[in-house]
């Protein structure tokens, strides 16, 4: 935990994202769920929409609890070898925001470029456990709480804006500071 009121912690090297690709389609998405109630369901949703705005991209999904140093391991493994980019879903308290702020970065470590997804006003929470991991991690805000399974209400929460944001986690190019060469 890092200490609001502490000395300056501008001086921290963070870890550079990984470069980031130039579109989704023909690629291997990968969706990590952290096992909340609407991880499931958000993923079968974001996947349906997904495959029908990239019809070329295949899809894979992995979970295990982002609890330890074993499990981010076995995070890391499965995005280095089975996809392009991926999806982390779904942080919406402080330890579920950090398990996917920690599978994120796992998955970043591994050379994959990710994207966490958190509950609406969890993205500070999501940035701070991101800083506490080494990395400016990205990460999107979907409109629902991480308990939430009816499928109506994820299918209205995820929209196109959403999706365009996701993409666009997923392809804007780096900035200076993501890639570690912002001068002080």
């Avoid at 609890?65 to 890391?76: F, H, M």
């Avoid at 089975?82 to 308290?93: N, P, R, S, W, Y």
Wanted: glycine residues 6%; negative net charge.
């Amino acid at each position: 935990m890092r200490d609001p009121v502490a000395e300056s912690t501008a001086d921290e090297t963070l870890q550079p994202l990984n470069d980031r690709v130039e579109a989704l389609d023909g690629l291997r998405i990968g969706f990590y769920n952290n096992a909340k109630p609407a991880a499931e369901p958000v993923t079968d949703v974001l996947q349906s929409l997904l495959a029908e705005r990239y019809p070329n991209a295949t899809f894979e999904r992995f979970h295990v609890p982002a609890r330890d140093e074993e499990s981010l391991r076995q995070i890391g493994e499965w995005a280095a070898s089975e996809t392009d980019v991926c999806l982390a879903i779904i942080g919406d308290c402080g330890g579920c925001t950090r398990a996917i702020a920690r599978a994120t970065n796992a998955v970043e470590a591994a050379g994959v470029p990710a994207v966490g997804l958190v509950a609406d006003e969890f993205g500070l929470s999501f940035e701070t456990n991101a800083r506490n991991e080494g990395r400016r991690l990205r990460h999107r805000e979907v409109p629902i709480r991480s308990e939430t399974t009816d499928l109506d209400l994820i299918r209205e929460a995820v929209d196109e804006t959403l999706l365009d944001a996701i993409e666009t986690a997923l392809t804007e190019p780096l900035t200076d500071e993501e890639r570690g060469t912002a001068e002080d």
